[in-house]
């Protein structure tokens, strides 16, 4: 059927050139929202003649119908007041509302609602870069292919001339349009865009492009306001795969959206802005190795599998990609790049050594059994658009300048396609901090040669490879990867393409920012991961109702006020002022002046008792007492944890400890103390814990992180957060700061640990809720496997307490055959499930090959990976938590047949 008011401008987008038949109807203007599937849906079946008249249903929400002007518009059309109503079908991301005009005055002829990567002039045309200003008439845009032909509107790009054949053809296939745009470049102007703030290649009509944007755990240290989600220890002991892939898009949302609307409000290109860009660096997926480090707030977990599934979650749910997928829903783009860093072995900062010096010791299972698998997920999984080397050094190799890494690991091993960028400055401390080489010359040389792309931070290694190259330390072809990789990653973004075919990620904006659904979103999160520890004589949930005198419910120590401290580090997202409700007001929005407040400690490290008489005194006229213990990032003292710094000790600083005593000898036995810890970093209670009725980790709970705490201390919300670290009885029980390898000495993390019964007080995976679950009926869907296959497992398990609440159901595993040394016990699968009080549900786990995998030893090249699955037994365990610290776990053991296999063969 030919329409002839209808023109294609790309595959799956049409554009409106004429009148329509009469009578359609009013277009889809319904509410989105995002069902469990995390899928869009639309809350009306009426469709336009637009529709109708393509005879293809999936091209409809790409349109509306004005009947005032009898003309369907491409939904991003700014002469569409109704655009972006709805989405291309099949996008997982949810429509933002029409978005608004830029704060300020609009400069002389109003502001050009400029779409994609062009940026609005004052005369309201639009361009690339804002020297070309003054080229076109309000409306128009500049084509990129001459830098001199204007055409009408945003849908008139595919009509700019010389497009057909270069690296602005999208009839293309990507590596072509590479091709031309490295044929076409200087040398020069390729080693100029390896680094974070690449400048413009105006003869190509690239513009600038600011890739640095420290997106932890939202938009970060922008003008605008974003979603604060929990810290990533918070973050981790959700174990929900579901909530860190809607927390992942979250942040993907929010930074494309962002990243439009700063477009689009002026012309600077967001070059002085971290946080503008849809390139983030995040996550963090080191693993805590152990709890003095000061990062270790930043990531997930100490546990490889663990953080390797909620990886390729949070990864993807922010790429808005499919596991093993390049692109997003249309089949080309990605809503946002996201990073898998810090690439490899770094988890210390100041202790024993500095970071950027430190040299990490490792064998080939310290390697595989440890600090690659969660990498491996995130690159081949989640396919991670670039990878940040680390400061460190890996057996006597920096990093940034390590082949092994780089190249046989993340291009050989792994086929992976995306670029390494360096920590910042960690390409130039290949000679100026761990002096591997003599100049920074043949530092440059060096880190390029290995597989670098991009220098983060300043340029000194990037702007000595020129001579690197008339020195012939240096090809050129080397060069011109590297600037192939970094467009690899700018044309999947849809950075080079035209505005209107990279929908809807263009049309998003910064109303996106705190949306009501994103915060509903940060507060699940919280709420998720709130870790009940200790509950005795159930002293929690409190009762509001049993509050009704003043200053019966007490709240005592600095932490309850300092709504900033919930957010964690990274989170300047949120503008001063702007960090939400603290835990004491959000414990008094439900008591009213029912609440008493003492700060006990002037802040977290509690050096003096000075304050402790008003907090006993404010206590003992109390019928319950909550204590805020804990830790505060980028500060000073004892108490402090953050990037360059770890603690010395495990213990609570200062006198936090002499404070619950002092509390509890004033009040007695009889009223309940309960202990609200904020951190990161696990800690080391003591009689304090002995002390306390009751124990709950709220870790770094973000932006909603107050009403979160308050709900689940009232019991609105029966916590069910297990914790991702390993908690220790003391500091002397851990190995030598440093020591990588987790198995040597004592070992560390529960994995390792050799004393684990005497000397851990909380195990990885533990946690409390307000009711009790039964498991019952494990089945194994095999009794022998062969070494390729999966492990499918079944269990009931019954909610037998009186509580709606979630459960964490885990299964780990040992393999007692196994020919080398092996992790005692291992997490192979867990899911987060609802179970209503009385109810029982059947929850299915799986065990993948990997998790059953062993590592030979390598010494010759410990970067070759030498997984293999061995004949023999299994054990396995499901239920609540380690099999040593749960009660009522299940067990059973299957065979693995057949000959040795290398993993590498399992694909």
């Given at each position: 059927?030919?329409v002839?008011w209808?023109?294609?401008?790309?595959v799956?987008?049409v554009?409106?050139s004429?009148a329509?038949?009469?009578?359609c109807?009013?277009?889809i203007?319904?509410?989105?929202?995002?069902?469990?599937d995390h899928?869009q849906?639309?809350s009306?079946?009426?469709y336009?003649?637009?529709?109708?008249?393509?005879?293809?249903q999936s091209?409809?929400k790409?349109?509306?119908?004005r009947p005032?002007?009898?003309?369907?518009?491409?939904?991003?059309?700014?002469?569409?007041p109704?655009?972006?109503?709805?989405?291309?079908s099949?996008?997982?991301?949810?429509?933002?509302?029409p978005?608004?005009s830029?704060?300020?005055?609009p400069p002389?002829?109003?502001?050009?609602?400029?779409?994609g990567?062009?940026t609005?002039?004052?005369?309201?045309?639009?361009?690339?870069n804002?020297e070309?200003?003054?080229?076109?008439?309000?409306?128009?845009?500049l084509?990129?292919?001459?830098?001199?032909?204007?055409?009408?509107?945003?849908e008139g790009?595919?009509?700019c001339p010389?497009l057909?054949?270069?690296h602005l053809?999208?009839?293309?296939?990507?590596e072509s349009?590479l091709?031309?745009?490295?044929a076409?470049?200087?040398?020069?102007?390729?080693?100029?865009?390896?680094t974070?703030?690449?400048?413009?290649?105006p003869?190509?009509?690239?513009?600038e492009?600011?890739?640095?944007?420290?997106?932890q755990h939202?938009?970060a240290?922008?003008?605008?306001?974003a979603?604060?989600?929990?810290?990533?220890?918070?973050?981790g002991?959700?174990?929900?795969?579901k909530?860190l892939h809607l927390?992942?898009r979250?942040v993907?949302?929010?930074?494309r959206?962002?990243?439009?609307m700063?477009?689009?409000?002026n012309n600077?290109?967001g070059?002085?802005c971290?946080?503008c860009?849809?390139?983030?660096?995040?996550?963090n997926?080191?693993?805590?190795r152990?709890?003095?480090?000061?990062?270790?707030?930043?990531?997930?977990g100490?546990?490889?599998?663990?953080?390797?599934?909620?990886?390729v979650e949070?990864?993807?749910?922010?790429?808005?990609?499919?596991?093993?997928?390049?692109?997003?829903?249309?089949?080309?783009?990605?809503?946002?790049g996201m990073?898998?860093?810090?690439?490899?072995?770094y988890?210390?900062?100041d202790?024993p050594?500095?970071?950027?010096?430190f040299?990490?010791n490792?064998?080939s299972?310290?390697?595989?059994?440890?600090y690659?698998?969660?990498?491996?997920?995130c690159?081949?999984?989640?396919?991670?658009?670039?990878?940040?080397?680390?400061?460190?050094?890996?057996?006597?190799?920096?990093?940034c300048?390590?082949?092994g890494?780089?190249?046989?690991?993340?291009?050989?091993?792994?086929?992976?396609d995306?670029f390494?960028?360096?920590?910042?400055?960690a390409?130039?401390?290949?000679?100026?901090?761990?002096?591997?080489?003599?100049t920074?010359?043949?530092?440059g040389?060096v880190?390029?040669?290995?597989?670098m792309?991009?220098?983060?931070g300043?340029t000194?290694?990037?702007e000595?490879l020129?001579?690197?190259?008339?020195d012939?330390?240096?090809?050129?072809?080397?060069?011109?990867?590297a600037?192939?990789?970094?467009?690899r990653?700018?044309?999947?973004?849809?950075?080079?393409?035209?505005?209107?075919?990279v929908?809807?990620y263009?049309?998003?904006?910064g109303t996106?920012?705190?949306s009501?659904?994103?915060l509903?979103i940060t507060?699940?999160?919280?709420?998720?991961?709130?870790?009940?520890l200790?509950n005795?004589?159930?002293?929690l949930p409190l009762?509001?109702?049993?509050?009704s005198k003043?200053?019966s419910?007490a709240?005592?120590?600095?932490?309850?006020?300092?709504?900033?401290?919930?957010?964690?580090?990274?989170?300047?997202?949120?503008?001063?002022?702007?960090?939400?409700t603290?835990?004491?007001?959000a414990?008094?929005?439900?008591?009213?002046t029912?609440?008493?407040?003492a700060?006990g400690?002037s802040?977290?490290?509690?050096e003096?008792?000075?304050?402790?008489?008003?907090?006993?005194?404010t206590?003992k006229?109390?019928?319950?007492?909550?204590?805020?213990?804990g830790?505060?990032?980028n500060q000073?003292?004892?108490?402090?944890?953050?990037?360059?710094h770890?603690?010395?000790?495990?213990?609570?600083?200062?006198?936090?400890?002499?404070?619950?005593?002092a509390?509890?000898?004033?009040?007695?036995?009889s009223?309940?103390?309960?202990?609200l810890l904020?951190?990161g970093?696990?800690?080391?209670?003591g009689?304090?814990?002995?002390?306390?009725?009751?124990?709950?980790?709220?870790?770094y709970?973000?932006l909603?992180?107050?009403?979160?705490?308050a709900?689940?201390?009232?019991?609105?919300y029966?916590?069910?957060g297990r914790t991702?670290?390993?908690w220790?009885?003391?500091?002397?029980v851990?190995p030598?700061p440093?020591e990588?390898?987790?198995?040597?000495?004592?070992?560390?993390?529960?994995?390792?640990?050799?004393?684990y019964?005497?000397?851990?007080v909380?195990?990885?995976?533990y946690g409390l809720?307000?009711?009790t679950?039964?498991?019952?009926?494990l089945v194994?869907n095999?009794?022998?496997v062969?070494?390729c296959?999966?492990?499918g497992?079944?269990?009931t398990?019954?909610?037998?307490?009186?509580?709606?609440?979630?459960?964490?159901?885990?299964?780990y595993l040992?393999?007692p055959?196994?020919?080398?040394p092996?992790?005692r016990?291992?997490l192979?699968?867990?899911?987060?499930v609802?179970?209503?009080?009385?109810?029982s549900v059947v929850v299915?786990l799986?065990v993948?090959?990997?998790?059953l995998?062993v590592?030979?030893?390598?010494p010759a090249?410990?970067?070759?990976?030498?997984?293999?699955i061995e004949?023999?037994?299994v054990?396995l365990?499901v239920?609540?938590?380690?099999p040593?610290?749960?009660?009522?776990?299940?067990g059973?053991s299957v065979?693995?047949?057949?000959?040795?296999t290398?993993?590498?063969?399992?694909?």
């Amino acid at each position: 059927m030919t329409v002839p008011w209808l023109t294609t401008v790309a595959v799956g987008l049409v554009v409106a050139s004429g009148a329509p038949a009469p009578g359609c109807p009013d277009p889809i203007n319904g509410t989105d929202f995002l069902n469990e599937d995390h899928q869009q849906e639309a809350s009306s079946d009426s469709y336009s003649s637009c529709c109708t008249l393509c005879q293809d249903q999936s091209w409809c929400k790409a349109f509306t119908f004005r009947p005032d002007q009898q003309k369907c518009y491409l939904k991003s059309d700014p002469k569409n007041p109704v655009h972006n109503a709805n989405a291309i079908s099949g996008s997982t991301v949810p429509v933002p509302p029409p978005q608004p005009s830029p704060p300020g005055p609009p400069p002389p002829g109003g502001w050009a609602p400029c779409l994609g990567e062009f940026t609005p002039c004052p005369d309201g045309s639009c361009t690339m870069n804002a020297e070309d200003c003054g080229t076109c008439k309000a409306g128009q845009y500049l084509c990129p292919s001459d830098q001199k032909t204007c055409v009408d509107g945003a849908e008139g790009y595919v009509q700019c001339p010389g497009l057909k054949g270069t690296h602005l053809d999208t009839s293309l296939d990507v590596e072509s349009r590479l091709d031309y745009l490295v044929a076409h470049t200087t040398m020069n102007d390729q080693i100029a865009q390896l680094t974070n703030k690449a400048p413009a290649i105006p003869y190509m009509g690239i513009p600038e492009y600011n890739w640095l944007n420290d997106d932890q755990h939202g938009v970060a240290r922008t003008s605008a306001n974003a979603t604060v989600l929990p810290n990533g220890c918070s973050l981790g002991a959700t174990f929900s795969k579901k909530t860190l892939h809607l927390a992942g898009r979250v942040v993907g949302q929010e930074a494309r959206g962002l990243h439009n609307m700063f477009l689009h409000q002026n012309n600077d290109r967001g070059m002085n802005c971290n946080g503008c860009g849809i390139t983030a660096y995040a996550p963090n997926l080191n693993l805590v190795r152990d709890p003095r480090w000061g990062r270790g707030q930043e990531t997930f977990g100490e546990d490889p599998y663990h953080m390797g599934r909620l990886v390729v979650e949070y990864v993807t749910g922010a790429q808005d990609n499919q596991p093993g997928s390049k692109a997003g829903p249309d089949g080309k783009h990605m809503l946002v790049g996201m990073c898998c860093k810090h690439f490899a072995a770094y988890d210390l900062e100041d202790v024993p050594t500095s970071r950027v010096d430190f040299n990490a010791n490792l064998s080939s299972s310290d390697l595989w059994y440890t600090y690659m698998p969660a990498f491996q997920a995130c690159i081949k999984e989640a396919q991670a658009t670039h990878v940040m080397c680390s400061y460190n050094s890996v057996n006597g190799v920096p990093t940034c300048g390590s082949k092994g890494l780089l190249t046989e690991i993340l291009r050989e091993q792994w086929n992976w396609d995306g670029f390494v960028v360096s920590d910042y400055d960690a390409w130039a401390n290949i000679l100026n901090t761990h002096h591997y080489v003599e100049t920074m010359e043949d530092a440059g040389a060096v880190g390029i040669n290995a597989g670098m792309d991009q220098e983060g931070g300043g340029t000194k290694a990037i702007e000595t490879l020129a001579q690197a190259v008339a020195d012939k330390k240096v090809t050129t072809q080397t060069i011109s990867t590297a600037f192939r990789r970094l467009f690899r990653i700018r044309i999947r973004l849809g950075m080079l393409d035209p505005p209107t075919t990279v929908l809807p990620y263009n049309s998003l904006n910064g109303t996106q920012a705190q949306s009501p659904a994103h915060l509903n979103i940060t507060k699940t999160a919280a709420l998720e991961g709130m870790t009940l520890l200790k509950n005795e004589k159930e002293a929690l949930p409190l009762d509001a109702t049993k509050f009704s005198k003043q200053g019966s419910l007490a709240v005592i120590g600095p932490q309850a006020t300092m709504a900033g401290l919930l957010m964690g580090n990274y989170a300047e997202s949120a503008a001063k002022g702007n960090w939400g409700t603290d835990i004491l007001d959000a414990v008094s929005q439900r008591v009213g002046t029912s609440v008493s407040w003492a700060p006990g400690c002037s802040d977290p490290n509690c050096e003096t008792t000075d304050g402790f008489a008003a907090a006993v005194a404010t206590a003992k006229s109390a019928d319950a007492v909550i204590v805020t213990l804990g830790l505060w990032f980028n500060q000073h003292g004892d108490a402090n944890e953050g990037e360059g710094h770890d603690r010395n000790a495990i213990e609570l600083p200062g006198h936090q400890a002499d404070l619950v005593a002092a509390i509890r000898n004033a009040v007695g036995p009889s009223t309940p103390v309960i202990g609200l810890l904020v951190h990161g970093g696990t800690l080391a209670l003591g009689d304090a814990g002995n002390q306390l009725d009751a124990i709950m980790s709220a870790w770094y709970p973000g932006l909603e992180g107050g009403h979160a705490i308050a709900e689940t201390l009232f019991g609105d919300y029966s916590p069910a957060g297990r914790t991702p670290v390993t908690w220790y009885s003391s500091t002397d029980v851990l190995p030598s700061p440093g020591e990588m390898d987790e198995s040597a000495g004592g070992g560390v993390t529960y994995r390792y640990f050799k004393d684990y019964n005497k000397s851990v007080v909380y195990p990885f995976g533990y946690g409390l809720s307000y009711t009790t679950f039964a498991y019952s009926n494990l089945v194994v869907n095999a009794s022998t496997v062969q070494p390729c296959e999966s492990i499918g497992l079944t269990v009931t398990v019954t909610n037998s307490g009186s509580v709606d609440s979630d459960e964490v159901v885990q299964a780990y595993l040992q393999t007692p055959d196994a020919s080398v040394p092996a992790p005692r016990v291992r997490l192979a699968a867990f899911e987060r499930v609802h179970v209503g009080k009385g109810e029982s549900v059947v929850v299915n786990l799986v065990v993948t090959p990997e998790s059953l995998s062993v590592v030979l030893p390598n010494p010759a090249d410990v970067y070759k990976d030498t997984r293999q699955i061995e004949s023999g037994k299994v054990t396995l365990h499901v239920g609540g938590g380690q099999p040593d610290y749960f009660h009522g776990a299940l067990g059973a053991s299957v065979v693995v047949a057949g000959t040795t296999t290398p993993l590498s063969q399992c694909s």
